[in-house]
């Protein structure tokens, strides 16, 4: 039952099939081969699949994140960092850092945030000297750090697929995140020696008073976020929705650089990226429906029984075999296929699920990362016109430290357990 179903899955991915495309199809094979194919089911289950309330939190989490762009919420963020750090050797990558840590609380898509951040940091990089596949290579591990600092994309599809509070998610993700900006921080420190740069000029404490005053409405959104998930005031979705109407605020009203006009530009953008996320949740949960029908989730336990008395063994060989999916396939249907397969298994053997929604998502997000498939890498090859090769070359640094962050969580629980506990 797996190998026609993964198969078929990759058969029709190797035939250049886009993967939503793919999932339906496998999911065909699998009802073929269990001998219950009605294509009833496979309508319903992709109408029940893109019907749930928590997934509006990703249309809106979306929108906002097109509405700072457009908004100049995004090149504040940048230029508040740039006051601050700017001075330093090396300062244009310490803001790559910061400001992703803060685009992640802002939108929670890496694609996006690595888009937005590398449109604006590249030329700059380049023309300050900086060798630009280690520049593309850090602005891509940074933004990997949006799927596990809330609002996470990731986080709500996950929490949508295995039914785990999508509110303590985002609240066990804070720590981890912040864990992975300071692993990039420690790594450009020892590799921007070798940089022969020049360096920006440190502003006075005028300028920088000038430069928060400007970017706080900016700042503010993320408090608002995580104050009012951590309060109770709204739920992730409704977050979604705060977070998009601040942003039309501040970029309509406050900072002005948002017009009317440009509305109908952003809403079609932010809907076209929607509707290939949508399209392809509704794809993946009927793959995931067949799993549950075919009973796949007892026939793993039943594979996985020796490791099930030792969780930290366990733990290994599933982010192992993440690990390796993650090469050839996105975060996306990545969540949504292994989820309903994995979380069964994890339950059994009496891991904490939010803790393992942190390593798995962490695991997913440096799949990004991974040739040939990993998008940010394709999205950063593109932006800074360098080919696969170069990338690589400037990422491994970045890319081997987040690994040992995701080694540091399995090896010590704790990291996660012990911040949510006190933050929910």
Aim: aromatic share 8%.
């Amino acid at each position: 039952m797996i190998g026609v179903f993964v198969g078929s899955l990759l058969g029709a991915m190797g035939l250049g099939m886009p993967i939503a495309f793919a999932l339906l199809v496998s999911s065909v094979v699998l009802m073929f081969f269990l001998g219950i194919f009605d294509s009833q089911i496979v309508a319903q289950n992709l109408i029940t699949g893109a019907d749930n309330f928590p997934l509006m939190a990703i249309p809106f989490f979306m929108l906002a994140g097109e509405l700072m762009n457009a908004g100049g919420l995004s090149r504040r963020i940048v230029e508040m960092a740039m006051t601050m750090v700017g001075h330093i050797r090396g300062g244009l990558g310490y803001v790559a850092i910061i400001a992703s840590v803060l685009f992640a609380s802002l939108s929670g898509s890496a694609v996006a945030d690595t888009a937005a951040l590398g449109a604006i940091l590249i030329p700059m990089m380049a023309k300050s000297g900086y060798e630009v596949n280690r520049s593309s290579g850090l602005i891509a591990a940074g933004g990997i750090i949006a799927p596990i600092i809330p609002p996470s994309i990731g986080f709500i599809i996950f929490g949508v697929a295995s039914g785990v509070s999508i509110t303590k998610l985002f609240m066990a993700g804070i720590v981890p995140g912040l864990l992975l900006a300071v692993g990039l921080t420690v790594t450009w420190a020892i590799v921007a020696r070798k940089e022969k740069v020049k360096v920006q000029p440190r502003k006075s404490l005028k300028e920088i008073l000038i430069s928060i005053r400007k970017g706080i409405w900016a700042l503010f959104l993320p408090v608002i976020i995580i104050g009012g998930l951590k309060g109770g005031l709204f739920t992730p979705t409704e977050a979604a929705v705060v977070a998009a109407v601040y942003a039309l605020f501040v970029g309509l009203v406050i900072y002005r650089e948002l017009k009317v006009k440009d509305l109908f530009r952003v809403f079609v953008h932010a809907g076209k990226m929607t509707s290939v996320v949508m399209f392809l949740v509704a794809a993946a949960l009927v793959s995931s429906w067949l799993i549950t029908v075919a009973n796949l989730p007892n026939e793993v336990i039943s594979l996985l029984e020796p490791f099930m008395e030792h969780p930290l063994l366990l733990l290994i060989a599933i982010n192992l075999l993440v690990i390796l999916i993650g090469t050839a396939m996105d975060m996306t249907p990545t969540i949504l296929i292994l989820t309903p397969v994995l979380m069964p298994v994890v339950e059994h053997a009496g891991i904490d699920p939010v803790y393992f929604g942190v390593l798995f998502i962490l695991n997913n997000a440096i799949g990004l990362l991974t040739p040939p498939v990993g998008t940010v890498l394709n999205v950063m090859c593109g932006i800074s016109k360098i080919s696969m090769e170069d990338m690589m070359k400037g990422v491994w640094p970045f890319l081997l430290v987040e690994i040992i962050v995701l080694v540091l969580l399995i090896v010590f629980p704790s990291i996660v357990t012990v911040p949510l506990e006190w933050l929910t």
